[in-house]
């Protein structure tokens, strides 16, 4: 399976501060046809996942525009440009291109 | 409204089965990918299964393989997980969720827990 890495597990940040999380899988993500099938999710104390962000760098309709994804191959990065207090919670990347589809292990933004 | 309703979350012991059911409104269920993913208690989220809109695909990862059938009713609007020869490793909450392509889950239930316990 691919093995999906994030760092930090831990990001405590300012309010109105960036913060990044990284990815990396074990293989490259670029699919056969040329996309890559990496997604990102988050996770708010007591809900269900939400998807944020899409084939690297999609935004999903209704996401604030202070979160954005990047990267390719086997490299991502969620950036959050100023974090807000609603942005408290897990954040998880997951890749699609490789069955099974494996997610990270978790990152839990705290405010500090 | 969009959503996606599970049910049938419960206590069981070890060795025993559960049909854990899925509702889905507002949305073409019979056009979509549908998945099942866990949670268990603390931890990180983990793929359990997936099967195609006409239900003649199913996926399943290797843990849960022989132990648990995944399977849609069409007509119902109605997704299934039924597990058997429980474990303990198997407490979890139970997601519903749509996958509109290559696991990009766009849509999640708000969960089922179950917990192997004797």
């Known amino acids: 399976d691919v093995v999906m890495t994030q760092s930090p597990l831990s990001l405590p940040v300012t309010l109105g501060q960036p913060a990044s999380i990284s990815c990396r899988s074990s293989?490259?993500?670029?699919?056969?046809?040329?996309?890559?099938?990496l997604t990102w999710f988050q996770q708010r104390p007591g809900q269900s996942p939400r998807r944020l962000i899409y084939k690297v760098s999609n935004r999903d309709s209704g996401v604030p525009d202070r979160f954005s994804g990047s990267g390719s191959g086997t490299a991502f990065t969620l950036k959050i440009s100023r974090v807000e207090a609603e942005d408290v919670g897990v954040y998880y990347c997951?890749?699609?291109?490789?069955?099974?589809?494996?997610f990270g292990q978790g990152t839990k933004l705290e405010i500090k | 409204e969009v959503q996606l309703v599970e049910s049938g979350g419960a206590l069981v012991q070890p060795g025993g089965s559960l049909r854990l059911s899925c509702a889905a409104s507002g949305f073409s269920f019979s056009s979509s990918w549908m998945s099942w993913v866990r949670q268990a208690p603390g931890k990180g989220l983990e793929w359990v299964a997936n099967?195609?809109?006409?239900?003649?695909?199913?996926y399943c990862v290797d843990s849960v393989k022989g132990r648990f059938t995944i399977s849609r009713d069409n007509t119902k609007n109605s997704l299934y997980l039924q597990m058997n020869s429980l474990r303990a490793e198997d407490t979890a909450v139970y997601y519903c969720?749509?996958?509109?392509?290559?696991?990009?889950?766009?849509?999640w239930g708000q969960g089922t827990p179950v917990t192997v316990s004797s």
């Open positions: 997951m890749q699609g291109t490789h069955w099974p589809p494996t």
């Open positions: 099967i195609k809109p006409d239900g003649s695909d199913k």
């Open positions: 293989q490259s993500l670029v699919y056969s046809d040329g996309n890559t099938y």
């Open positions: 969720a749509r996958d509109p392509q290559f696991a990009a889950i766009d849509l």
